[in-house]
């Protein structure tokens, strides 16, 4: 279950030890992205870190597997590709050096856009801790009350693209529980996960996604991402 974790490391200290094969080397420290399709009407996604294809068909609401390298820099280029050839949308982010980010491909495919969060990823306190974060990337603008069993998490939760708010992991007791994100000012605009299981000793994202026009999987719907 922390493969993700695990991988990014291994591959982060292979560059290391890459780098200390010739004396005239410096080992870069990497930050680590896992990249997110949430976007409505895309069905799968590469990911592309300045031209270079890092994660390929990434499926609606689907996550790489894993989080990946990405040389630490002000100015990385993440560009999200419908195919090897046709780009979907762009966006310059900052990455730092052993920080862990999340990357999520929101909207819809005819007005897509690119979120980045920064991963807290220490685990929760408690053996029967569950750490869990609500993103909200529906092209429809809701704002949110987000619930996790019988506690309310987040109030009027904005779209991603509102980056006066960043959404924040919350520790709550592990279980099976039921998950809801619902429009705040209106009880029908919802959607839920009746019965999900959240493991102690674990971190979710929970993604909002869909429009009140879509049909199967472009209707309101939510998906649990594990981070770790």
Known sequence: MKSKIIIAAALSLTLFNMGCSKSTSTAIIT???????????????????????????????????????????????????KSSTSILISKTEEIQPTNHYSCFAGGSSSAPYITMMGDNLFLPLGVDSVKVRFVNLSPDKLKLNCFAGDQELENNLPITTDTTYQPQ????????????????????????????????????????????????????????ILNL
């Open 31 to 81: 930050g680590d992205v896992l990249f997110v399709n949430g976007c409505v009407g895309a069905t799968s996604l590469n990911a592309v870190v300045n031209n270079t294809n890092t994660a390929s068909n990434i499926n609606f609401l689907a996550d790489a597997g894993l989080y990946l390298p990405v040389n630490p820099s002000s100015q990385v280029n993440i560009a999200f590709y």
């Open 169 to 224: 992991f919350h520790t709550i007791l592990a279980g099976s529980m039921q998950l809801v994100m619902q429009d705040s000012t209106s009880n029908t605009a919802k959607a839920l996960i009746a019965n999900q299981l959240l493991s102690p000793n674990h971190i979710y994202t929970i993604l909002f996604t869909g429009t009140s026009n879509g049909f199967g999987n472009n209707g309101y719907t939510l998906t649990t």
